[in-house]
């Protein structure tokens, strides 16, 4: 049988037995996208991936689709939603080709200029239907325009040029760029030739099946190398590839000795990284072509396998400069693959594969014997033998008909012991061994107590003394001796061996001492056969996070690891504590499930939420750094089984899980590309909605009245491979004082109730929540302050002071001289009524004896006198008494507090509490003056519960402390 190669990343790979390596992602209609059929696809300047479907244009930014269509009425919109081409041209601007014409892109508005003809002329082009735009990256931009003329703009001195095709009885059909942006061109009959330069080089096709048809809509794709390839799309001819000039092309069909093609329609081609070639057909996939080794392979729909490309009529293919390869299908969206983004080989169950694919899916464990192949134990599955060099998998199932046979088909755990037998343990099938031929079975039986005490099997264990453990789910631990076949039962609870029933791990470390891993925590057994418990204790720091435990290793560093339901615990056996790792450390999940150590010292474990590699800083002992992985990366799943993992002797890594099992070679991990690109502003919100593009994309400095000062920003990292791993922060300048970490699900930060003022709303971005770009100032704004609050205002408000200050003063000064006046008026009225009184007493004392009678003086007192002074009275009689209140003060007088409080204030323009307080004071003033009593005798004396208040109140009312007082 024919085996064919896969090619990825230059190696050569027989596909029996190998895990999938070109393994996709997806995108469609579910994720947003405006159709699934997809016509074409272009990244532009800024980064984001653009899509053409027969209902709209679809932006992507590598978490969201925004979708542009065809709006009545509305003249920036696009002519048309159905999309037929896509391409860079001046400037770098999106050029739109749609049924009804050619559109221009405007970034800065996201809106859409339709007369492209007024473009054309303002450029000097020739005003005719635009068919393809190619951009070289100096800023040169080549037209194919219809009639097959080509031309070129210079963007930077804005000239043009047109190139007449060397054969006039012909017309040119495609353009392309190579390598070094020289533009080359193919007409009807097939024939290449480079456009401009001295001596251009022509490729010949020559092919008589296309010279009898009259030629072809010819297409042409120029490789890294420089070698044409010319296909006609939609036309079942395949594909010509010239290895050389001025030799006859190699034509590649489904006949074909060297690189047959499955499909002889081909609708696209695109370059990778690696230098394959990627040939887009219709219902055969993708079909990949190594030209150095001319070897193809076929990337194929499976519908059992979601990572496979979506569908096999590949309708445009499109190598972004991050190295992405997209290709968009006819009615499954868009599949989209870089090397990095899955990291790790996967195999699955794949139907009508027989051998040469795993026959069964969920994977418990996994054993490597002498050859370096592999024994899986499956959830349901039986046992299988992975032969790695023939790469075949064989199967072996329970047979009720055969006593020989695998006694149950779930494996719990497989052990090679040091005489290289192979043993099993099942569930609910005792132990097993293999002997090569068949399998020897060991099976409870009530009656023989030398029996093994339970028919599920959870861990088998040899040790350094050769005692061979085995412990079971519901029995505890035995010791087998494999030379009689007989059991030790050791029991379990407080009478035996271990306290737990259920023995889910054992490991011996260097010292000699043996783990067990329990329900109920774990126990050591000490070299010297006493044992040390440990267990959770709730609140304990340097605890067992969990009691259940999954699985227990010790690294090369002596250090025991315990994987638990709730947290990774590292034990240091110097203090005897656990240092336990949770989500908050980094780990993609609490419930740890398996744990393995590489060839380099990195902990891996699995979880239900995916792989995560632990490694300790170098510079900083005691100092972590996570690394998870998901399903995004190729893992099987998410969640993985339990103790299904598995050091191989070439270093790889083995994780199983309930859809297959990975496998993981530290040493080539590819990093994703090394910088995110920048973050962008995708959305702008005044009061919770979103505001037109053009109100806000490049306007600089926004200005926004007072009342818009609740605002919104949303972002993307432009960062397609896997966006859950883009991290952000932002921080509003005028606001905020520090970074604040961004909600990664709706990468949108909000402020309400901004204060007038200039902001600049900064991002940072990160691809693993550590280490931080610079920051990118991505929009400056200034909320103007209501008119009330501007200098005008305040001007006026000044200038109103002012003026009724000025016209206070002058009514105050008219008063004054009014009354100035009228005293003296009523001085001189007095001073004449005196005059005439002392005449007419002068008359009468002249004329008649007077005798007068008066009562003696005595001072009379007013009602405010009166209070006030027995308020005096009142306060000088409690003075003593620190607890002497404003209510006692109240009470003592006769009077309401709210009475007490009006009249003090009304009299003395000072609370009761001053009141007293200050004289208090006064009083203290007098004995300060008058006694020998220390500062702090005066101030109990007065009243006050504390010298310190005393001295603070006394300072305030006589400018010094008591002490300089008295001096």
Same mark, same amino acid.
């Given at each position: ?7 990825? =990343? ?45 209902? =709209? ?77 190619? &951009? ?28 007449? %095709? ?14 070094? =942006? ?18 251009? @080089? ?5 092919? +008589? ?48 000795? @060297? $690189? ?5 329609? @081909? ?9 394959? $070639? ?90 490597? /014997? ?66 090569? &031929? ?31 453990? @085995? ?19 050791? =029991? ?8 737990? !029933? ?6 011996? /470390?260097?010292?000699?001492?043996? %783990?067990?891993?329990?329900?109920n925590g774990v126990e050591l057994l000490n070299p010297d056969g006493t044992f040390t418990l440990f267990s959770y204790k709730d609140n304990k720091p340097g605890a067992l996070s ?19 339901? /709730? ?24 419930? $740890? ?33 996570? %690394?998870?992985?998901?399903? +995004? ?9 339990? /103790? ?185 009225? +007095? ?106 005798? $005066? ?21 010094? !402390? ?6």
């Amino acid at each position: 049988m024919l085996v064919r190669l896969l090619i990825v =990343g230059g190696c050569l790979l027989s596909i029996r037995g190998v895990a999938q390596t070109v393994q996709f992602q997806q995108l469609n209609v579910e994720d947003g996208l405006s159709h699934n059929h997809v016509t074409a696809i272009v990244k532009d300047k800024r980064g984001f991936l653009w899509f053409g479907t027969p209902t =709209g244009l679809s932006r992507y930014d590598g978490h969201e689709v925004k979708v542009f269509r065809h709006v009545t009425n509305q003249p920036r919109s696009i002519s048309d939603s159905d999309i037929l081409g896509l391409f860079i041209g001046p400037e770098e601007r999106l050029w739109v080709k749609t049924k009804l014409g050619m559109n221009i892109y405007d970034d800065r508005r996201e809106e859409f200029t339709r007369n492209v003809d007024s473009v054309l002329q303002s450029m000097g082009l020739p005003v005719a239907e635009v068919l393809d735009v190619r &951009r070289a990256a100096h800023g040169k931009c080549w037209f194919l325009q219809a009639g097959g003329r080509v031309s070129s703009y210079e963007e930077q001195g804005h000239t043009v040029a047109s190139y007449p %095709w060397i054969d006039p009885t012909s017309s040119v059909t495609g353009i392309a760029l190579d390598r070094s =942006g020289n533009a080359w061109a193919v007409d009807h009959k097939g024939t290449v030739c480079q456009l401009g330069g001295d001596h251009p @080089i022509s490729y010949q096709l020559n092919d +008589r099946e296309v010279t009898y048809q009259g030629g072809a809509d010819f297409r042409l794709f120029m490789d890294r190398s420089g070698q044409p390839w010319v296909y006609a799309s939609g036309l079942s001819l395949g594909v010509y590839w010239w290895p050389a000039p001025r030799t006859a092309p190699l034509h590649f069909t489904t006949a074909s000795n @060297i $690189i047959p093609l499955n499909n002889q329609i @081909i609708f696209g081609m695109a370059e990778d990284a690696d230098g394959n $070639i990627w040939i887009a057909t219709d219902h055969g996939g993708v079909n990949l072509v190594n030209p150095n080794t001319k070897q193809v392979s076929y990337l194929l729909h499976d519908e059992y396998d979601d990572r496979t490309i979506s569908q096999n009529s590949i309708m445009a293919l499109y190598c972004d400069r991050d190295g992405i390869m997209w290709a968009g299908t006819f009615k499954r969206g868009v599949s989209y693959y870089h090397p990095s983004q899955i990291q790790f080989a996967l195999f699955q169950r794949q139907r009508g594969r027989g051998e040469a694919v795993l026959p069964f899916d969920d994977i418990n464990q996994f054993v490597e /014997d002498s050859l370096g192949n592999v024994w899986i134990g499956t959830n349901g599955g039986g046992l299988i033998y992975f032969d790695r060099r023939t790469n075949r998998f064989i199967q072996y199932r329970y047979d009720p008909q055969d006593p020989h046979s695998l006694s149950s088909d779930v494996i719990v755990n497989l052990y090679i012991d040091r005489e290289r037998t192979l043993w099993v343990g099942t569930y609910h099938g005792g132990l097993n061994r293999f002997d090569g &031929r068949g399998f020897v079975r060991y099976l409870h039986d009530p009656l023989d107590s030398t029996s093994i005490p339970d028919n599920s099997v959870w861990e088998i264990y040899e040790d350094t003394q050769g005692r061979f453990w @085995i412990g079971t789910l519901n029995a505890g631990l035995a010791r087998f001796d494999r030379k009689t076949g007989c059991f030790t039962r050791l =029991g379990y609870g407080e009478q035996g061996f271990t306290l737990s !029933a259920y023995i889910s791990a054992i490991t011996e /470390d260097q010292r000699g001492g043996v %783990w067990f891993g329990t329900a109920n925590g774990v126990e050591l057994l000490n070299p010297d056969g006493t044992f040390t418990l440990f267990s959770y204790k709730d609140n304990k720091p340097g605890a067992l996070s969990n009691d259940h435990v999954n699985e227990i290793i010790e690294d090369r560093k002596r250090r025991i690891w315990v994987a638990t339901r /709730d947290g990774l615990n590292l034990y240091d056996a110097a203090t005897g504590l656990f240092r336990s790792f949770r989500m908050e450390d980094g780990l993609p999940d609490n419930a $740890i499930l398996g744990v393995v150590e590489d060839q380099e010292g990195t902990i891996w474990v699995s979880t239900a939420r995916g792989i995560s590699a632990i490694r300790e800083e170098k510079t900083t002992p005691g100092q972590w750094r996570f %690394w998870s992985y998901d399903r +995004r990366d190729g893992l099987q799943g998410n969640a993985f089984n339990e /103790d299904a993992t598995c050091l191989l002797s070439t270093g790889e890594l083995l994780f199983g899980g309930p859809s297959g099992f990975n496998s993981i070679d530290p040493a080539h991990i590819q990093s994703p590309p090394q910088t995110l690109t920048l973050p962008v502003l995708t959305d702008f919100q005044l009061l919770n909605r979103s505001v037109d593009a053009s109100q806000w994309l490049d306007r600089g400095q926004l200005r926004l009245s007072h009342d818009q000062n609740t605002v919104g920003f949303v972002v993307a990292s432009l960062y397609f491979l896997n966006k859950d791993r883009a991290y952000f922060r932002y921080q509003l300048e005028g606001f905020d004082s520090e970074w604040v970490l961004m909600d990664r699900r709706t990468r949108k930060a909000t402020f309400t109730n901004l204060d007038p003022g200039k902001y600049a709303f900064r991002v940072m971005v990160s691809e693993d929540g550590e280490n931080w770009s610079k920051p990118y100032t991505l929009s400056t704004f200034t909320i103007r302050p209501p008119f009330w609050k501007t200098g005008w205002a305040y001007f006026l408000y000044v200038a109103f002071g002012l003026g009724t200050i000025l016209l206070i003063r002058y009514i105050e000064r008219t008063r004054e001289k009014t009354r100035f006046a009228l005293q003296r008026e009523r001085q001189e009225a +007095r001073s004449k009524l005196e005059s005439v009184l002392k005449q007419q007493a002068s008359m009468e004392q002249a004329y008649k004896k007077k005798l007068d009678v008066f009562p003696s003086e005595k001072p009379v007192m007013t009602t405010d006198e009166l209070f006030l002074r027995k308020a005096l009275e009142t306060v000088e009689q409690h003075m003593g008494e620190a607890g002497f209140s404003v209510e006692s003060f109240a009470e003592a007088m006769h009077v309401s507090r709210v009475s007490l409080y009006k009249r003090i204030v009304t009299l003395t323009g000072h609370t009761p509490s001053e009141f007293i307080r200050n004289i208090r004071l006064r009083r203290g003033a007098q004995l300060l003056e008058q006694s020998g009593l220390t500062v702090a005798e $005066i101030a109990y004396e007065v009243g006050f519960s504390n010298p310190k208040p005393f001295s603070k109140y006394f300072k305030q009312l006589y400018g010094v !402390a008591p002490s300089a007082y008295r001096k």
